[in-house]
């Protein structure tokens, strides 16, 4: 007899068969998957012990106290992050405006049009600052001697006169008019009208302003002649000396044409080595070899690769110091291992039937991976290309050591020129202990996190649109 025959239930007795239906029809029926049981299944097991009982309520307050954990982990970094963007947000929101006075300005024919000929160039030299500061001086007539005008002159930015030479230079027939102009106030004026500035006892305003410029202060803004506008010049202009004059658009064309020399080197380099590496290279030690010295490139610190830029491409190749050439080629090396392990991992996605149809229907081994695998896996590529980018942008060591530190008061307009790049302007006004450079350095911080979280929210959006799940 086989080993099933010793689990046969008991038959009933015939009794219990033939009054079976009548049973049925008067005893409740029992629940799905209720079983008999005798006395001696009742009898107690080891499994419902008091120590059973105790380690499974220890199991339990384990799984408890570590879900609490984690819990409380993605409460501190949600905090963190949350206490991050808000001290940005208070210090940085308020650089997006600036404070600017308004004067009756006389448009002198002698001073602002040297020449007589209302051409662009005598406007151009003309002496747009001592019409600013007589305009200020008719304002304030009382103020005599050297050093009281000095401190009324104080109170205007040096930008105050390339406000109005723009206005005369769009409209050359406002010369020889008086006019009512908006003109840049100073750093310190900015910071006493947007509250960084405590007054003193004596009267100041704190920073640099005397008891006697807060009350030209006070006069202007009772008077209506102190405003807080949009500041159009921290989008339009490089950096600068002055608080109130920098701008962000010389390190964000710096950026943009080093990022472009990287992905140009770096995608169609990274790509091609993936697809060797995958699909058409030997296995053997040497291939090993080279996929252990990528993965462990990809760990390098960043400034190694500035130190390599700075050794071989200026050093030994002789390239222009703090070009974006130069620059976009030591990012390309830091964000190639990424591109190529973020290929080979797409590739590795494509399932092997695709392969394998292809070969059944004829196709080359390049036709294999130039016409179906490749394409398959170009959004995953994409999407590692994106965020290797994304790692570049932010990135200051390595360019700090091929000299794009350097002070760039222009627009880089091609890849030698003298540039730098946002994170490396960042840390440039970081270093500077003016007050007016503090809401700077938050504004362009939050800048750079927002073309970051732009190219981040593309590269999810490229892979949620083209990825294909098999």
């Known amino acids: 007899m086989s080993n099933s025959a010793e689990h046969v239930f008991p038959l009933r007795s015939p009794q219990h068969t033939a009054g079976s239906s009548a049973a049925a029809a008067t005893l409740p029926l029992e629940p799905p998957g209720a079983a008999i049981v005798d006395d001696q299944a009742l009898a107690p097991s080891r499994h419902t012990t008091t120590e059973a009982e105790t380690r499974l309520r220890r ?209 169609p380099f990274g790509v091609a080595a993936a697809v060797y590496l995958e699909e058409f290279a030997p296995k053997n030690w040497f291939t090993d070899l080279i996929e252990v010295n990528i993965n462990n490139l990809a760990a390098v610190p960043s400034i190694i690769f500035g130190l390599l830029g700075l050794a071989v491409f200026l050093n030994f190749f002789g390239m222009p110091r703090s070009a974006p050439l130069v620059g976009g080629i030591v990012l390309a090396l830091m964000s190639l291992p990424t591109i190529i392990i973020a290929s080979r991992a797409a590739l590795r996605a494509v399932p092997p039937s695709v392969r394998e149809a292809a070969y059944g229907v004829g196709a080359s081994k390049m036709q294999v991976v130039l016409h179906h695998v490749l394409p398959l896996s170009m959004p995953g590529m994409m999407t590692g290309s994106i965020i290797a980018m994304a790692q570049a942008l932010g990135e200051t060591a390595p360019l700090l050591m091929i000299g794009m530190v350097a002070f760039i008061v222009g627009i880089p307009q091609g890849l030698t020129d003298s540039a730098t790049v946002l994170p490396v302007q960042i840390f440039m006004w970081a270093d500077n202990p003016e007050r007016g450079f503090v809401e700077k350095t938050s504004a362009a911080i939050i800048v750079l996190l927002a073309f970051l979280l732009t190219m981040n929210a593309l590269a999810i959006f490229l892979r949620k649109r083209f990825e294909r799940r098999w």
């Not at 206005?167 to 008086?178: F, Q």
Request: net charge neutral.
């Open 59 to 267: 199991r339990y307050a384990a799984q408890r106290r570590f879900k609490a954990y984690g819990i409380l982990a993605i409460a501190i970094a949600v905090a963190s992050l949350v206490w991050l963007l808000v001290t940005l947000l208070a210090n940085g929101i308020t650089a997006f405006q600036q404070t600017y006075l308004r004067l009756d300005v006389t448009l002198d024919p002698a001073l602002v049009d040297p020449r007589g000929d209302r051409s662009e160039a005598s406007i151009r030299d003309g002496d747009f600052g001592a019409v600013v500061r007589e305009a200020l001086r008719s304002r304030f007539p009382d103020v005599e001697g050297r050093g009281p005008l000095r401190s009324l002159f104080g109170l205007l930015s040096e930008g105050a006169q390339f406000d109005v030479r723009d206005k005369v230079l769009a409209d050359p027939s406002l010369i020889g008019t008086r006019q009512k102009m908006w003109v840049l106030a100073s750093t310190d004026v900015d910071m006493l009208r947007k509250g960084f500035f405590e007054r003193t006892a004596d009267g100041g305003g704190g920073g640099r302003l005397n008891a006697q410029q807060v009350a030209w202060y006070d006069a202007l803004e009772a008077s209506g002649d102190l405003e807080l506008r949009f500041n159009r010049r921290f989008f339009t202009n490089a950096d600068s000396r002055e608080p109130e004059m920098v701008g962000i658009l010389g390190g964000v064309v710096g950026s943009f044409l080093t990022l472009a020399v990287c992905l140009v080197l770096c995608f």
